[in-house]
């Protein structure tokens, strides 16, 4: 049987958050995935071996989630099959290293306010990391919530982001709506 292995690096201050309590964190993600973590704390560096290419892959995407600043908990909706994870890098967005701050301050807005909205209208889970944002969720909601967060890293006012938001949503509950008729 062939076996296919993956490495990749996280910040070392989120190696701790992948291991958990006990190393739960890791024990349930390599039962739920039947694949190998292996974890270089010193440098950061995680090698992930296993037969099945897929599983590979979805625990890439849950070990990249919970480096960038995701709950594991959360991380780990990528093992259901319609959600995915999106990364948005800041830079992309930035004129100079102070517009760095300004910009992750527009996304996160005054007590959380601005990511909790997007949140809440678009049904997706958001992570503001270093220079990166994150978003899981179902594939339509991670799209909604990736319009909205690059038109606030693109200078958009916010209340029209949120009008844009409120429309999607209602959208989508028509459309749910709809299904079930």
């Known amino acids: 049987m062939e076996e296919f292995s993956y490495v990749l690096k996280i910040p070392k201050e989120r190696i ?3 291991i958990g309590k006990n190393g739960e964190t890791k ?3 390599e039962e739920a995935t039947l694949i190998d973590i292996d974890i270089d704390s010193h440098e950061g560096e995680i090698t992930l071996t296993g037969a099945d290419a897929i599983q590979l892959y979805t625990s890439r995407e849950v070990i990249r989630a919970i480096a960038r600043g995701f709950n594991p ?5 990528l093992l259901k099959q ?14 100079n290293e102070n517009h760095l701050h300004r910009l992750k301050g527009r996304v996160i807005g005054t007590e959380g306010k601005s990511r909790e909205m997007i949140e ?12 990166t944002i994150g978003i899981i969720g179902l594939a339509e909601n991670v799209d909604i919530a990736r319009r909205a967060i690059e ?7 916010h209340s029209n982001v949120y009008k844009w938001l409120e429309n999607q949503r209602r959208i989508i509950n028509t459309d749910k709506f709809e299904q079930r008729l």
Do not use: H, R
Not at 86 to 94: G, H, L
Not at 151 to 157: E, I
């Open 120 to 131: 809440d209208l678009s049904e997706a889970n958001v992570s503001i990391y270093g220079k």
């Open 73 to 77: 908990i959360i991380a780990k909706n």
């Open 27 to 29: 024990n349930d993600l």
């Open 151 to 157: 038109s606030l890293l693109s200078g958009s006012p």
């Open 16 to 18: 701790a958050v992948l």
């Open 82 to 95: 319609d959600y995915v994870y999106e990364q948005i890098s800041i830079k992309d967005f930035i004129k």
